[in-house]
């Protein structure tokens, strides 16, 4: 597998392991994939920023712009690293670091962390609470049944108020601990205004503000002229029990449910890379990847770029959001969304990475994260409704989705009645 390629003026390292412990509250960026461990420190300059106005519309030539003007003033091979919102009205966090290292993958044997300190929740606010949310799955099946869409993802938030601030750098060890194959994250958000929950006023944060989280999802990477996408839709929750566990890894393989809602995600990717690609290569059917909380069904599409100036940010862009995320139709499924979900997504189940100067990068998609500032957190999780979906078991689904990151805290799951 292709390894992230070092820009001239970042630091080697040998060690993913290493970076993850230098990273601190301070540092702007972390991420880590099978290809490489990122780690960046300091803002060079702002190429897009979430309090301000700017389109996202010619985003990626912006990019290459400015990497392209520093590279000229003597910066070696800067790299653009940050964040886009669901909303793609909304503006990106896009950064050039001052410093960047660059090391191998993560080895979860080589992670050494501490268990959490004991911490309670003082505060627990699922938005929304139970009965409505299961009063918008049974909307949006209402829709599916009148054929105004096929697909809609429905998400809860749970936003927590702790006994004590949250150690971020420990948090990020345990999560990358647990997913060290996955995509591993943790972005410094600007000091700014908190996207609103529910019918409260957006807000100003008066700490700074970490995105972080540990998706198992990758939505595309580039490297070189070769195109790599990797789809996850279709989720069971795993099981304590190995024999449970696999009586359930073997029915999410033959849900018809499950793969209908799979088979819809695989088709809008390859229509939307296809363009872009004299080959692509789409599985026939998909396999299954798991997580610490989860079992997916997965496909691996492979790619040649019929032209290298289209950049890992513009293929990222062209892809978001796949029906795994949003639904299908796509801009039936986002009214669906706005019309039900009772807060602002921010960056959940938008994009994180980097791209570089020629063009290559990684981009995973932002899920099984938190927005995290001093004692207060607010996480994400949502589920695919289609038809056939149970609104308890779609419930149950975000809980265990949920557990990601309530176990990283050292936290208990959620009370049943949540």
């Given amino acids: 597998m292709t390894s992230i390629s070092i820009p001239e003026a970042a630091a080697p390292v040998r060690s993913g392991s290493a970076l993850l412990e230098e990273y601190s509250l301070g540092s702007s960026f972390f991420f880590s994939s099978p290809k490489g461990t990122i780690l960046a420190q300091g803002v060079r300059e702002i190429v897009a920023e979430p309090s301000g106005t700017a389109s996202r519309e010619g985003l990626p030539e912006r990019v290459t712009a400015v990497l392209a003007a520093l590279e000229r003033s003597g910066h070696g091979r800067p790299m653009a690293v940050g964040a886009l919102p669901f909303d793609d009205t909304s503006p990106a966090h896009l950064l050039v670091p001052t410093s960047i290292k660059v090391a191998g993958p993560l080895q979860a044997a080589s992670i050494s962390v501490r268990a959490p300190s004991p911490v309670s929740a003082s505060e627990i606010r699922m938005s929304a609470d139970r009965?409505?949310?299961?009063?918008?799955?049974?909307?949006?099946?209402?829709?599916?049944?009148?054929?105004?869409?096929?697909?809609?993802?429905?998400?809860?938030?749970?936003?927590?108020?702790?006994?004590?601030?949250?150690?971020?750098?420990?948090?990020?060890?345990?999560?990358?601990?647990?997913?060290?194959?996955?995509?591993?994250?943790?972005?410094?958000?600007?000091?700014?205004?908190?996207?609103?929950?529910g019918s409260e006023p957006t807000v100003r944060a008066s700490q700074p503000r970490t995105l972080i989280g540990a998706s198992p999802e990758l939505l595309v990477?580039?490297?070189?002229?070769?195109?790599?996408?990797?789809?996850?839709?279709?989720?069971?929750?795993?099981?304590?029990?190995?024999?449970?566990?696999?009586?359930?890894a073997n029915a999410l393989l033959a849900s018809e449910k499950d793969l209908r809602e799979h088979a819809v995600v695989v088709d809008a990717v390859d229509a939307a890379l296809r363009p872009f690609c004299r080959r692509l290569s789409v599985p026939s059917r998909p396999s299954l990847l798991h997580t610490e909380a989860m079992w997916h069904l997965s496909s691996s599409i492979t790619g040649e770029l019929a032209d290298l100036s289209i950049s890992s940010l513009r293929l990222a862009m062209a892809l978001h959001p796949t029906p795994a995320v949003c639904g299908y139709p796509t801009a039936s499924a986002r009214a669906a969304i706005k019309a039900i979900e009772p807060f602002d997504r921010g960056f959940f189940t938008g994009l994180v990475g980097y791209c570089d100067l020629a063009g290559d990068g990684e981009w995973a998609v932002t899920i099984r994260c938190a927005d995290v500032s001093g004692d207060a957190l607010r996480l994400y999780a949502g589920g695919g409704i289609v038809a056939g979906s149970a609104p308890e078991r779609e419930r149950a689904e975000i809980a265990a989705k949920l557990r990601t990151v309530l176990n990283a805290l050292g936290l208990d799951s959620l009370p049943e009645d949540v």
């Fill in 131 to 197: 009965d409505e949310y299961l009063r918008g799955v049974e909307r949006a099946l209402a829709m599916i049944r009148s054929d105004a869409l096929s697909k809609v993802v429905l998400s809860r938030m749970l936003e927590l108020r702790l006994s004590e601030p949250v150690d971020v750098p420990l948090l990020l060890g345990r999560l990358c601990k647990r997913n060290a194959s996955g995509y591993n994250f943790a972005l410094r958000l600007p000091e700014g205004r908190v996207p609103a929950s």
């Fill in 221 to 248: 990477s580039r490297s070189g002229k070769n195109v790599f996408a990797n789809p996850l839709a279709g989720s069971a929750p795993r099981s304590p029990d190995p024999t449970e566990d696999q009586r359930r």
